[in-house]
């Protein structure tokens, strides 16, 4: 799928400043076979920034930038990035229940701009996503969030199950969206802190996500097709959330 982006930054310089400087670097892309201290730098900073990195042919990093992209572009993000650890304290000293939005492995731009629009909506306080294998947040996703994006707090965190550990040494329970539970999303307490997780339409929420779960329901169906696309289910357990804890 081609990029769709807002801005990018090309050039070994200025990739290195970009993430440097704490840039809302969505992901850097680097050109297959670059080797030496340079690659050992842009490796190295990705993953202290906790930023995504992706290794591509020359003729990719050309296309996007011409010629002149020394084997290197970062995506600069229309949005900050937030932490998770920084966001959960003033939820509870404003007296508020948080209602958390994980999404694992959501990689579709407009579903995840959908979503975000859903979870502003109805007062979710934060969406997060990993650093891997999750949607670009680029200017069409926040199109597809109707500007969503520019309000709620998205969190770009390196691992969805250590993430999970810390919502639960905060007190909040997991509940994650999973075709294979018995329980309905109708039926769980929604009233208490809670973070729920909707994994992708191909293969739901990952092995290990769904072990760490404190319960699992289904959005109980009547048809035939395998699943709700992901933005309309997050959008029925958003509705179901608010439903709970305003009624």
């Known amino acids: 799928m081609e990029e769709k982006i807002s801005e990018i930054v090309y050039g070994r310089h200025p ?7 704490g840039w809302p670097v969505d992901k850097v892309v680097m050109q297959q076979g670059i080797r030496g201290e340079f ?13 995504p990195m992706q290794v591509v042919p020359k003729e990719r990093l050309n296309k996007l930038a011409g010629g002149n992209h020394q084997g290197v572009i970062a995506f600069i993000s229309p949005i900050q990035f937030h932490r998770l650890e920084d966001i959960l304290p003033s939820i509870f000293e404003k007296g508020q229940t948080p209602l958390i939005v994980l999404l694992d492995g ?4 407009r579903n995840f701009g959908a979503i975000a629009r859903s979870a502003e909506v109805f007062g979710a306080h934060a969406l997060v996503i990993s650093s891997k294998k999750s949607a670009q ?3 069409e996703a926040v199109k597809a969030s109707a500007g969503a994006l520019t309000i709620i707090p ?15 040494l905060f007190g909040i ?9 018995t329980s309905t999303v109708a039926e769980l307490d929604w009233t208490n802190p809670i973070a729920f ?19 699992r329901f289904i959005i109980p169906q009547l048809g035939q ?11 029925v357990v958003l509705y179901e959330a608010t439903r709970q804890r305003v009624m």
């Open 225 to 235: 097709t395998d699943s709700l696309n992901a933005s309309v289910a997050a959008g």
């Open 173 to 181: 329970n997991v509940y994650a969206s999973d075709l294979s539970a």
């Open 154 to 168: 998205v969190c770009r965190q390196k691992s969805m199950v250590s993430t999970i550990d810390m919502l639960k």
């Open 137 to 139: 947040v680029n200017a």
């Open 106 to 109: 959501i990689t579709d731009v």
């Open 197 to 215: 997780v909707i994994g992708s339409e191909a293969e739901g929420i990952s092995p290990a996500v769904a072990e760490k779960a404190d319960q």
């Open 15 to 21: 990739v290195v400043d970009a993430i440097r400087s």
């Open 39 to 51: 690659e050992k730098e842009i490796r190295h900073l990705t993953k202290e920034y906790e930023v």
